[in-house]
Each structure stands twice: as structure tokens, then as C-alpha cells.
């Protein structure tokens, strides 16, 4: 290697030790998250916190990444007395390492850019880690989104609770794919053979994945939990399985007081933009969203088929668009049965007109970019890359 072709007066031994002791914290940092190729498990469900909350599991985490930036410091400290004693160099050089290079993601003056010394934060010790309550703020909230992230991604399949590693990862793979690769068998229980006959697979009754990809690849984000495998729905059963359900009110409290806002508005508002920064503007979950933001559904560009958009257009914007209708339809009947007081009649109307005017949103992007998308069943391949794949969409998907 280059380090060990140096030329060292001695102690090589030791310069080769700390050097690989380095490397491997770096690269198990680097491997934590999900946009390394060789992303596993996601950190927080790792820690060996069985039967504890997601704020007790990130406190252990938490505790992981303290000793490992202290020791990264340590080791890179010890690394230059070795070099500076060996060549004589204690005139020109210290061997201290500020905390801000320490060059670990877990470690928040590094992650953010902020000297502790700027923040007036000092080590109570030799070798104890300067907390910094907005920064500690800031990376709480930063881990309960990648874990946000991670959800989706066993929603959709790329990850799974039952295997580590990428499960659904190649061109136009689904839910039949995922369980020959986490379970080993087929998720139908048969498949055709050379024949043309079905042929049984073995007994997959109790051999289920504790959390199940869709379906169909279409996720809603919308306003209010009108679809079963709505976003929200969804996440909430990820979290009872990951940690458990006894915990859940306790664990979905803990994540809305990190990313400070309720769930729903995290995932209408904020989600997509953070999953775009996170892959540098080239993501794999692609937001079909309408002009004004009234609909909106993610899909995994890995599971996309020429029937993706002929799936969204008839199971899920056609079927709101309905049930919107119906809500209306709901609304006037109360409206006319008069036993609602003048504020709440009020309430109503407005109600009925803000709901007339989505539907006539909704019924305009419905004819003028989904239907015509749906019918050319436009063909993608992931070898071109996600902007020209992407671009190919239009106005159908949101702009970033």
C-alpha cells in the first residue's frame, strides 16, 4: 500500500496497525448509509436494542458514534506523533486533530462544518465528546429521515427487515422477486414451468416477510389516509414491526418532535425533497404529483413497468377523484339537512368549494398528462440514468 511504502525510522508496525483500525471506522461509517453500494442495515436497527424505543435505540447509537469519532481522533493523534517523532519534526507540527476533521458523518462538527470552538463547546476531559445542543438537535433529526428513507425503501422492496443488503434492485423487478430473494421461495406459491402447467412451490404459509413491499409500486401522499397502503398507513406498520407495537405511540411521538412536524406534513411537504438531496438529484423514488400538489404517489423506478402509470391513472387518481366526489356529495347533504350552525355552514361551503376546485385540478392533469402518459406505456432503462429516464415524464412528475 501507499502507507506502508513510506519510508518510516521504525514503528512501522504500529503506523500499518492504526492506519487499518482508521480505514475500518471510516468505511463502516461511510457504509451506514443508504447511498453506499455496500449499504446493509441501517444503523439504528442494528444496535441490538430488542424490545426498547426508537429514543433508547438512538441513544445507544448515539453512544457507538461518540467512541468512534473520539477514537478516529485518537488514532489519527497518535498517527502524526509517530510521524513527527520519526522525523523530527516537533518544532514544526502538532499531532492534534481538531473534532470539526474528523472526517466521520456521525460526527456532527464535521457533518455540519461548525468548529466547537466556534460554539464555545469544550471537552470535559481528555477524551470526552463537546455536546452542542443544536447540533445534537439537528443530527437527531437527520437520523429519524434516514430512518424515514429506510421505510420507504422496505415499502418498496429495495430493503427488507428480514435480510440485509439490496433486495429489489434491478430493472422491473417485484413483489415475486422479493420473496424468492429474502425467503428463498415463491411469494405466490406457484410459478409456471417450461410446460406452460403451474407448478407448486413449497408450504410459504408460514414463511411470510415480517414487512411486505406494495404491491403495485404506488405509494399515495395525500392529505388524509384515503387509500390502505397510504404513506402514513404504511409507515405506521413499519414502525410496529421494526420496534415493536407496544411502543408505537411512544415511538411516533419521539420521531415528530425530531423532524419537528407531524408525519403526514413531513411526507407532504418535506420527503421528496430531502430524498432528492440525498441522491444528488438523482432519485429512485419518483413523485407523480399534479400541478398544485393535490395528488401525489411514489413509485420505485427499479419495479417501473410500461403499466406503472395505467396502475396509478385507475387504482389510485381516478379512484380519489371519485371518493372526492363522493365527500362533496357528503358535504351538500349536510349543508341542506339545516341543522348545522351558521359557522359551521360556513365551514362547509368552504369546505365543498376548496374540494370542487381539486377535482377540477385533478380531472385537467387527469386528461391532459396522465391518460396520454398511461397510453404510450413509455418503456425506461436504468443504463440511460435517471435524469433522461425522468425527463421522459414530463409534468407528470414533480419538478426538482
Known amino acids: 500500500s501507499t502507507v506502508g511504502s513510506l519510508p518510516i525510522m521504525g514503528k512501522d508496525y504500529d503506523v500499518c496497525y492504526y492506519y487499518i483500525d482508521l480505514l475500518n471506522i471510516t468505511k463502516d461509517d461511510w457504509d451506514s448509509y443508504e447511498t453506499s453500494w455496500d449499504f446493509q442495515q441501517l444503523p439504528l436497527l442494528g444496535v441490538r436494542c430488542q424490545g ?19 477514537k478516529m481522533q485518537e488514532l489519527e493523534e497518535e498517527n502524526n506523533r509517530i510521524f513527527i517523532e520519526a522525523y523530527g519534526l516537533q518544532e514544526e507540527l502538532s499531532p492534534e486533530v481538531p473534532l470539526k476533521e474528523i472526517t466521520l458523518t456521525c460526527n456532527p462538527y464535521y457533518r455540519y462544518g461548525v468548529n ?3 460554539l464555545g463547546v469544550r471537552a470535559l476531559g481528555v477524551r470526552e465528546f463537546p455536546l452542542n445542543a443544536e447540533l445534537e438537535k439537528r ?5 429519524m429521515k434516514e430512518l424515514i428513507s429506510y421505510a420507504v ?13 439490496l433486495i429489489l434492485a434491478n430493472q422491473g423487478e417485484g413483489v415475486e422477486d422479493y420473496f424468492d430473494k429474502v425467503l428463498g421461495v415463491s ?9 406452460g402447467e403451474a407448478a407448486l412451490k413449497p408450504n410459504t404459509q408460514n414463511l411470510k416477510p415480517s414487512f411486505m413491499p406494495d404491491k403495485d ?23 410496529k414491526v421494526a420496534f415493536g407495537a407496544e411502543k408505537y405511540s411512544e415511538n411516533i411521538s419521539f420521531i415528530e418532535e425530531a423532524i419537528g412536524k407531524p408525519l403526514r406534513n413531513y411526507f407532504l411537504k418535506d420527503f421528496y425533497t430531502d430524498h432528492v438531496k440525498r441522491y444528488k438529484k438523482r432519485p429512485i423514488y419518483w413523485l407523480f404529483s399534479s400541478p398544485k400538489g393535490s395528488f ?6 427499479h419495479r417501473y413497468t410500461p403499466d406503472t402509470v395505467s396502475i396509478l391513472l385507475n387504482g389510485y387518481l381516478r379512484e380519489y377523484i371519485h371518493k372526492l366526489r363522493a365527500k362533496v356529495t357528503q358535504l351538500e347533504h349536510q349543508l341542506n339537512a339545516g341543522d348545522q ?13 376548496r374540494l370542487k376546485d381539486v377535482i377540477i385540478e385533478l380531472e385537467a392533469w387527469e386528461s391532459k398528462v396522465i391518460l396520454p402518459l398511461a397510453e404510450k406505456r413509455l418503456e425506461i432503462d436504468l443504463d440511460d440514468g435517471v435524469k433522461v429516464n425522468y425527463g421522459k415524464f414530463g409534468e407528470a412528475l414533480k419538478r426538482f
Open 153 to 165: 425503501g422496505c415499502m418498496f422492496g429495495r430493503y427488507s427487515l428480514d435480510k440485509p443488503g
Open 116 to 118: 466547537p470552538e466556534v
Open 187 to 195: 411469494g405466490l406459491g406457484v410459478r409456471g414451468d417450461d410446460s
Open 139 to 143: 443530527l437527531l433529526a437527520d437520523t
Open 296 to 301: 401525489n404517489a411514489l413509485i420505485y423506478m
Open 217 to 239: 409500486n404506488v405509494i399515495p401522499i395525500l392529505e388524509g389516509e384515503w387509500f390502505v397502503d397510504d404513506i402514513v398507513s404504511r409507515f405506521t406498520d413499519f414502525l
Open 341 to 353: 350552525s351558521e359557522r359551521d355552514k360556513m365551514l362547509t361551503r368552504k369546505e365543498i368549494e
Open 52 to 70: 426498547l424505543g426508537v429514543r433508547d435505540c438512538y441513544a445507544k447509537l448515539r453512544e457507538q458514534w461518540f467512541d468512534n469519532t473520539l
